[in-house]
């Protein structure tokens, strides 16, 4: 599943961000910024309409991405987790 298919609120894990060319700079920043596997991470809100950007927390930290962005975060939903306040 993609960050951009998270229901709002739910926590998931990165498992990977996707490289869409060789030393990818946005693939690399997101990782630098902490999209790394096994981190938790969830979807705080959306914008309306074309819901672009995603508030998306890491750890203690929220980020504005951009749909294309997200994109290219793959997460798995954990398991029993539900809803993360």
């Excluded at 060319?21 to 997101?30: E, W």
């Amino acid at each position: 599943m993609r960050l951009t298919d998270l229901p709002k609120n739910a926590t998931a894990c990165v498992e990977h961000v996707e490289d869409v060319s060789a030393r990818d700079p946005i693939a690399q920043r997101l990782r630098d910024l902490g999209f790394v596997a096994g981190e938790p991470v969830r979807v705080v809100a959306r914008a309306p309409w074309g819901a672009d950007p995603l508030l998306v927390q890491i750890g203690s930290t929220r980020f504005a991405l951009r749909r294309a962005e997200a994109q290219r975060v793959s997460v798995s939903l954990n398991a029993g987790a539900g809803a993360a306040a």
